[in-house]
């Protein structure tokens, strides 16, 4: 077994509620706030409703929420349909060093095994806090294709972290519940977030799935490859995996406290321009035939967010609007564009 991988996953079995800095603890329990007020929202969603009568069997045995509607079902079912909520208002949390959302990818496979087992809340914010770490850590290591969507990808293995932690997995086990899991991440396609397509917010959704069903598998005998995160994430969705970056600072520097929260319903390479107009409607109130044109200057990434089409759709909702009065109902055409 890698070096790497018996330091990651010693820190891993070791380290409890108690070991951890109360700072740190601290950004946990907001991250679970913010995760769980953004997976109630999402749960209002019509396409989150249809799913969930599809899924959830009023028969079968109620131990896991359902953020939103408070009805239970099984962990199974609880995260992956609580994981495919919390991504449909594009409201949920992220980590701009491992390039994802590590929050919405743990949360709620830890909450519904925390449940299930009627842990304490001590052991739930040490799961999600070590989850969250070991997976952005693996989005820090490696560079996902830029036609991957970062969602469904290493979160599945942050997940299945949590999961174990919360199981009281030892060494061996821990082991072979990353190597599982990292063969369990999705496919998934960055042309869905420019084209709109909702099948985007089920990604979060299937990691924490994964992340239970993981357990279910170690359980059943089933096994990994010797060391599965450098084989798919540094050859499979990415070329490059940096071992060290794994354990590099490892309970030293914590990238729960590195995250960001999000203020607007769109992704954050929006947020500049959404803020500037909120400075500028802050002076004073305008006319759309005030305006003959706007500029707007961003980075890389942005850009194909933006993109022709969706600009000049944009542009012409703008510009039909009488008067705008506030941020909300600029983000309300800017959300689209995420």
Known sequence: MPEYLDELVSYVCRTNFNDLPQSVVLRAKEVLADTLSVIAAGAQEEEVKALTKRLVDPKARPVASLVGPGTRT??????????????????????????GHPGIHVVPAALAIAEEGRLSGRDLVAALLLGYEIGTRIGIACKIRMSMHPHGTWGTVGAAVAVGKLMGYGEAEMKEMINVSSSLGLATSRRTMLEGGTVRNVYSGV???????????VQSGFTGEADGLKT????????TF?????????????????NYFKMHACCRYNHGTVDAMEKILAQRLFKADEVESVDVETYSLADPVWGHARAEQIRSQLMGVEKVRDVNQVTALIAPLA
């Open 207 to 217: 990691s924490n799935f994964m992340g239970v069903l993981s357990h279910q598998l």
């Open 232 to 239: 798919v994430y540094g050859s499979v969705v990415s070329d």
């Open 242 to 258: 940096s071992q060290e970056v794994m354990t590099e600072e490892l309970g030293e520097r914590f990238e729960i406290a590195r």
């Open 74 to 99: 099984e962990p199974l079912k609880a995260a992956l349909i609580n994981g495919t909520a919390g991504t449909f208002l594009e409201l949920d949390e992220g980590n701009q060093f491992g390039r």
